[in-house]
């Protein structure tokens, strides 16, 4: 996190007397007079008789920090339920916290920043325009803010027209912003919010102009209070997870009680086994463990789980006390269904898209 030096600030607003208020890096707000005033009040003189200002001799009031203002919230123990996190099972009990932007289950994060900070804030009165320097040689990267997204220069396009036009208006006047960049040769709109850019250099891009949802960190008016609420939220999901005995594969599927007593014992035989990760993998997706389809991101993120799991003394035990506890049978391999339920879901569809698509073709035929 940049932090702004306030001697800079200082003699800046001395020099050139920037006018109206001005906002000092600890949040804190003069006007120019008090500003320059508290600046030669505060000035003294040395032995040698010249002018010393301590404010030169500070070197910076630091700019506050998430935790600073969101603070920290820790639950209370719980033994029920089971977390894995990437290539390890946790042991309970379980301790929820939330820490600045942060969301942690036994000091592992499982929210990680949930939002950019400080909370953006968006000028909605002022047309940000088109932005200058651009050639056809440049790149959607030239118009997007690497260290605040959601300051780039389309995103606050995006904000002003939402905020100054109709919906159906801003979506219009978004795709012209577009075309008026000189790297981009075509804009069609995919769907209503939706825009299909296809670059000069060959290169497309599929462009969400949707305005910010109420109560999004990027609506602009999203407060401190808000944040507190919307991380204590994530927490409190996390602590019913839990409490309600369900299992945890965390950026995966999270099985109720009913089936982690039901695959758990299975899951584990699985992850411990000689296979391979590729075999592992197919088995937990066909068991819904794991979710189908490709996300690198996600996909990443179990490697440790499928190559190198990491269980302990502890989670055999409560395995066996599932049993137990709830009379349910554990899975053998030989009940491993073939496909997983999202890949039956969508065959399913495919059928029916089929069916109905026939069905269309016989009625128009019968008109004909």
């Known amino acids: 996190m940049l932090m702004r030096p306030i001697n800079i600030v200082c003699v800046l607003a001395i020099m050139f007397g920037f006018p109206g208020s001005m906002v000092f890096a600890d949040g804190n707000t003069e006007t120019k007079s008090s500003v320059t005033q508290s600046a030669k009040g505060s000035q003294k003189s040395d032995a040698s008789g010249k002018t010393k200002n301590p404010d030169k001799e500070k ?93 780039s220069h389309w995103i606050r396009k995006i904000r002003y027209l939402h905020a100054n036009y ?125 979710p189908t389809g490709v996300n690198t991101g996600v996909d990443k993120e179990f490697e440790p789980l499928l190559s190198d799991f990491k269980s302990s003394a502890q989670l055999d035990k409560r395995i066996e006390a599932l049993k137990k506890t709830t009379g349910i049978e554990p899975l053998n391999f030989d009940e491993i269904p073939e496909k997983s339920t999202e890949e039956r879901l969508r065959e399913q569809e495919e059928i029916q898209r089929r069916l109905n698509e026939s069905r269309k073709a016989r009625a128009n035929k019968a008109k004909q």
Not at 60 to 65: D, F, Y
Not at 247 to 269: E, M, S
């Open 166 to 290: 109709p919906e159906k208006v801003a979506y219009k006047k978004m795709a012209e912003y577009f075309r008026q960049l000189p790297f981009v040769k075509s804009v069609k709109e995919k769907s209503p919010g939706m825009l299909r850019l296809k670059m000069k250099n060959g290169k497309e891009k599929l462009v969400s102009v949707w305005p910010a949802r109420p109560g999004s960190p990027f609506s602009g008016n999203f407060t401190t209070e808000d944040l507190i609420k919307r991380l204590e939220g994530m927490r409190l999901r996390y602590e019913r997870h839990l409490r309600k005995g369900r299992c945890l594969f965390l950026r995966g599927i999270v099985l109720n009680q009913k089936q982690t007593a039901r695959k758990l014992k299975l899951v584990v035989k699985i992850l411990r086994s000689n296979r391979s990760p590729k075999e592992k993998r197919s088995l937990l997706q066909r068991l819904d463990v794991l």
């Open 59 to 151: 070197k910076h009031i630091p700019a506050k920090k998430p935790i600073d203002v969101v603070g920290v919230k820790k639950g209370e123990p719980i033994d029920k339920g089971f977390v894995f996190y990437k290539g390890s099972y946790l042991d309970a009990p379980y301790f929820v916290t939330r820490r600045g932007l942060d969301v942690l289950i036994n000091d592992k994060v499982v929210v990680f920043q949930w939002t950019t900070w400080p909370l953006p804030r968006f000028d909605t009165k002022n047309d940000p325009g088109i932005p200058e320097g651009l050639t056809e040689k440049s790149t959607f990267k030239d118009i997007r803010d690497p260290k605040n997204p959601s300051n």
